[in-house]
Structure formats: structure tokens, C-alpha cells
T-cell receptor, first 113, second 107 residues
Framework: GAGVSQSPRYKVAKRGQDVALRCDPI?????LFWYQQALGQGPEFLTY????????KSGLPSDRFFAERPEGSVSTLKIQRTQQEDSAVYLC???????????FGSGTRLTVV | KNEVEQSPQNLTAQEGEFITINCSYS?????LHWLQQHPGGGIVSLFM???GKKKHGRLIATINIQEKHSSLHITASHPRDSAVYIC?????????FGTGTRLQVFP
């Protein structure tokens, strides 16, 4: 597609529920990133894929967070047993290669109640 | 302490004013990014620079590698420039973001 597409745009989850957030990067973009942005804060790195390989997951805040990109295109960020502190905007970005320039999606706003 | 510091945190201006947003970082970098985020909207990459100066329309970004400092300037500001401006440094494979500068330009 023309841009990075994320779905759903908004998600309300009850505490303890599992959620799955989808990112459709620009076709052909090798690198894919997930960021978490709390209200009033800058985005914080979660994880990075190059094609289907997850090269860096150092930013995932706990083992409840899991990301995959099985075919090197679409990626899913899964959060198990959601907690209120997981409420944030989850941003996906892709780039043709590292340090080439990034295109961000509009994000998924997750609210855990 | 955040590795990337921005100032000011909030900025208001009258239409037509010259705007400067500053970014300083604490470690050496390979590249610095300036990005724009509109309320409720996605993030748009404005510039990626590793030295000198870049210009795009009314936007100018400069960087001083020795002083670990970058500035984003907006000339002839307009209300549609109202957004959060974020600088981010590249750390190997990921961006480390500043907390952003919220700019409001009034007509």
C-alpha cells in the first residue's frame, strides 16, 4: 500500500484480556519497528524486525508482550493479560533499510479499563 | 535523564513568527531525525541528518555534531504548523525519541 497501515485504530480492552495489534508496512520495506507512546511522552522502542527476523526485542516491557512477522511483511503485536499501564498508542514504522528514513503508521490507541 | 532532551516543551507563536526548537543529546550519533506529530495523527518524518543543514520549504534543520545539538527552524510560521515536533537519535537499529515540543501557532 501507499503507507503504513495499522489496525484497529482504537481498541478498548478489559483488564486481563488479550489483544492483537496489526501493522501492514509499505510493500518491500525490510525493516519494521514497534513503538509505545504513553500520553504526553515521546515514543519508546519496543522491538525491531528485519524481514521475518526479530533482531531486537529489548524494549518489550514484559513477557506479556510478543511480536511476530512470520512472512517478513505484516506484523502483529500481541499483549496478553492486559494491564492498565499498557494503555498507550502503539506505533508501527517501516523503512526500506535501517537509517534510510521511516514511515510511521497512525497508531493503535489501546485503552485498558 | 532522557538521552535526548528538547526545549522548549511548549511553544506558542503568532502567525508569521520565526520558530526555533532545540534538541541536545548525550552520546555520539550516526543520524538525528526530526519528526512531526499532529494531534490524533501519525508521525511524519521531516528530516534525517548527520551533518550540516537541510532545508525543505519553510523548515530548516541544522546539526552540530561536536556540540551534540540540533535545531529545527520554521520560517513564516502558520497555524497549520501546530503540532508536536520530536527529535530522535538513531541508536544502532532503533530511534531514541525526545519528549517532543508542542507548538501552537495562532492566527
Amino acid at each position: 500500500g501507499a503507507g503504513v497501515s495499522q489496525s484497529p485504530r482504537y481498541k478498548v480492552a478489559k483488564r486481563g484480556q488479550d489483544v492483537a495489534l496489526r501493522c501492514d508496512p509499505i510493500s518491500g520495506h525490510v525493516s519494521l519497528f514497534w513503538y509505545q507512546q504513553a500520553l504526553g511522552q515521546g515514543p519508546e522502542f519496543l522491538t525491531y524486525f528485519q524481514n521475518e527476523a526479530q533482531l531486537d526485542k529489548s524494549g518489550l516491557p514484559s513477557d506479556r508482550f510478543f511480536a511476530e512477522r512470520p512472512e517478513g511483511s505484516v506484523s502483529t503485536l500481541k499483549i496478553q493479560r492486559t494491564q492498565q499501564e499498557d494503555s498507550a498508542v502503539y506505533l508501527c514504522a517501516s523503512s526500506p533499510e535501517v537509517n534510510y528514513g521511516y514511515t510511521f503508521g497512525s497508531g493503535t490507541r489501546l485503552t485498558v479499563v | 535523564k532522557n538521552e535526548v532532551e528538547q526545549s522548549p516543551q511548549n511553544l506558542t507563536a503568532q502567525e508569521g513568527e520565526f520558530i526555533t526548537i532545540n534538541c541536545s543529546y548525550s552520546v555520539g550519533i550516526s543520524a538525528l531525525h526530526w519528526l512531526q506529530q499532529h494531534p490524533g495523527g501519525g508521525i511524519v518524518s521531516l528530516f534525517m541528518l548527520s551533518s550540516g543543514k537541510k532545508k525543505h520549504g519553510r523548515l530548516i534543520a541544522t546539526i552540530n555534531i561536536q556540540e551534540k545539538h540540533s535545531s529545527l527552524h520554521i520560517t513564516a510560521s502558520h497555524p497549520r504548523d501546530s503540532a508536536v515536533y520530536i527529535c530522535a537519535r538513531l541508536n544502532t537499529d532503533k530511534l531514541i525519541f525526545g519528549t517532543g515540543t508542542r507548538l501552537q501557532v495562532f492566527p
